[in-house]
């Protein structure tokens, strides 16, 4: 019985830690949907662009790692500027689920040119943090997964100050709110998309740059697992929501880590989906918010 | 020559996948998740045949049929959400069918194979084609035949009654639900019928390829399908139809570029979205299309 219990509470703080890092893809997407009412499919394979040009400094001039750190954020941001010129600035009028599928074919059409690129070999990531677990009593406590916590928290204080306490935010805000509005204070839209822009996929490249080092081994397929896991993400927490989208991403990790320890790998995926359904049945708003689509 | 035959085999299969997702997409329901009607109606047409001892049609009307009812079945809570959320919703239901069948095990030995749906290992020896002595062009001939078929069911649902209210629906819930559409009604049947029409392109897959597993149906598929109305315009069934069989003579013919391929292909999408965002036949086009028609045909110029 107490073993039992430890393996839950153990899995309880693996999931959470795991969950940051759900919780910062959902925080991207929700962002970007915030403010610019679309939805952006390609963020999944920006940050894996991103990571992948995060190797550049280490493998070519051996840099030291915190250049990759920001290789990964700076790579990410230029990516994101392809995303904004080739999937969205076009695309003024017309249906409103035309960008879900211009971004589809961006998604393809980046994971296939890392493929070409890597000739589909996989790329390891330095270890930063070693590979021991640290011992707190009875528990495990994985260094990767404490440093993607850390710098989630890091990153949401910093966004919040940044949404909440700059200009600049208050100028996303009002463009969230009502972009003719917004328009008519004198703030920009067309800017405000493109820094959002910039923004989310900085937040992105972040993000991506402590999950390669838990993961190890690169391959462009995380890009796609990415975007899954944050429109899982968006769905249980609930569109537009920030503190929902971080919510949700700590619920998820949890209850994967938990369905992954106690049942196996077959049906830790199972209980994601099966958690979406459960809420797209009993609470389409999600956990926070406002209202379903 | 097989060759070729093996390319228009696979079209029509993504045709009856594409129109799948045009017959909810019309309802302005947007579903991702067709493919999990496709790997029901694989895998139980597969059961049917390599383990229950049925003949094709039987099988592939079983793998149809249920593959229907669960359409039926998702079409219900498919109306509590919209949008991008359906989508994912969507999407959810056919990974949760995937991996449903990646843990699967119901096997048999028969003629010293094991035969049947074996988890991760896939469902093979789907072989009742090749038992039977069946060619590879007349299978393409039932296919075709299959295709031609919902294609006329979907001619004569455009031109009904019905087909105005699927329209109607997806144009403003309210609206029809005010003039005395039942919205609930159409969008659950437009489901049933996109499971009906999906799990027979699933049942014709199984027994081309003998061979299913849970691979087959994930993302890539998922995607593949709903492009395919998109790309072709939600004005007709033909925009569908074209864009499958367009699409996918692209990506073999184009094979010489190998890697290239599925880059062209998400360019292609980026360039049609950029510029006729509702698809390529899209409804203007039907428009401009029945009035000519009419025109041509009518007496009266101008009516």
Redesign the interface.
């Known amino acids: 019985m107490a073993e039992t219990l430890i393996d839950v509470i153990q899995q309880l703080i693996n999931g959470l830690m795991y969950g940051a890092f759900y919780a910062l893809i959902g925080l991207g997407f929700t962002l970007f949907f915030g403010v610019m009412k679309k939805f952006n499919l390609a963020y999944g394979p920006t940050i894996m662009v991103g990571i992948y040009l995060g190797l550049i400094p280490l493998y070519v001039w051996e840099a030291p790692i915190w250049t990759v750190f920001i290789a990964c954020v700076a790579g990410a941001v230029a990516v994101g500027f392809v995303v904004e010129f080739a999937c969205f600035r076009f695309l003024r009028q017309g249906h409103e689920l035309a960008p879900l599928m211009t971004t589809i074919g961006m998604l393809i059409l980046l994971q296939e040119a890392v493929v070409i690129v890597t000739h589909a070999l996989p790329y390891e990531y330095p270890a930063v943090f070693g590979d021991e677990s640290w011992e707190l009593g009875p528990f495990l406590i994985r260094p990767d997964y404490v440093a993607m916590l850390l710098t989630g928290v890091i990153l949401v204080v910093v966004l919040y100050v940044v949404v909440n306490r700059t200009r600049f935010g208050r100028a996303m805000r009002a463009v969230a709110e009502n972009p003719t509005v917004a328009r008519l204070l004198g703030v920009s839209v067309n800017r405000m998309n493109t820094l959002t822009f910039a923004l989310t996929s900085a937040l992105g490249g972040a993000t991506g740059f402590f999950v390669a080092i838990s993961l190890g081994a690169l391959q462009p397929g995380i890009a796609s697992w990415m975007t899954i896991k944050g429109l899982v993400v968006i769905v249980i927490g609930g569109l537009g929501s920030i503190p929902g989208a971080i919510l949700a991403g700590l619920l998820l990790g949890v209850v994967e880590l938990q369905a992954l320890w106690f049942l196996g790998i077959g049906y830790r995926d199972i209980f994601a989906y099966v958690l979406l359904f459960a809420f797209l049945v009993l609470r389409p708003a999600g956990l926070l918010g406002k209202a379903a689509t | 020559m097989e060759y070729y035959l093996a390319v228009l085999t696979i079209i029509g299969m993504h045709i009856l996948l594409g129109l799948s997702v045009y017959l909810v997409a019309i309802t302005g329901q ?1 579903s991702f998740g067709q493919q999990g009607f496709y790997a029901i109606g694989a895998y139980l047409a597969g059961i049917g045949t390599a383990l229950w001892g049925l003949h094709l049609l039987p099988a592939m009307l079983v793998g149809m049929l249920v593959a229907g009812a669960v359409g039926f079945l998702v079409g219900f ?1 498919a109306l ?6 359906l ?3 969507t ?3 056919g ?2 069918v995937r ?2 069948f ?2 699967v095990r119901y096997t048999k030995m028969i003629d010293g194979k094991l035969v049947g749906p074996n988890g991760a290992e896939g469902f093979r020896h789907v072989s009742y084609i090749y038992d039977h002595g069946l060619t590879q062009s007349q299978y393409l001939g039932i296919i075709y035949t299959a295709v031609a078929l919902v294609a006329v069911c979907l001619y004569i649902l455009e031109r009904s009654k019905l087909g105005a209210k699927f329209r109607a629906v997806e144009e403003d819930e309210l609206a029809a639900a005010m003039v005395g559409i039942n919205v609930t009604a159409v969008k659950v049947f437009a489901f049933t019928l996109s499971g009906l029409v999906a799990g027979l392109g699933g049942a014709m897959f199984v027994h081309y390829s003998t061979y299913i597993d849970h691979d087959m149906v994930a ?1 890539p598929l998922a ?1 593949a399908s ?2 395919y109305p ?2 072709g315009g939600l004005g007709s069934f033909w925009g569908t139809l074209l864009a499958a069989a367009f699409l996918i003579f692209l990506t073999e013919s184009l094979r010489f570029l190998q ?2 391929r ?2 062209l ?6 360039a049609t ?2 510029f006729r ?2 698809g390529i036949i899209d409804e203007t086009v039907m428009l401009k299309l029945r009035g000519v028609w009419r025109r041509h045909r009518s007496p009266y110029p101008g009516m």
Do not use: S
């Open positions: 947007i809570p509590r959400v919209k949008g991008l959320y989508g994912i919703a999407f959810g239901f990974e949760l991996l449903t990646l843990n993302l995607v709903v492009t998109m790309l890697e290239f599925l880059i292909y998400g360019m292609l999408i980026i979205m950029t965002p509702r």
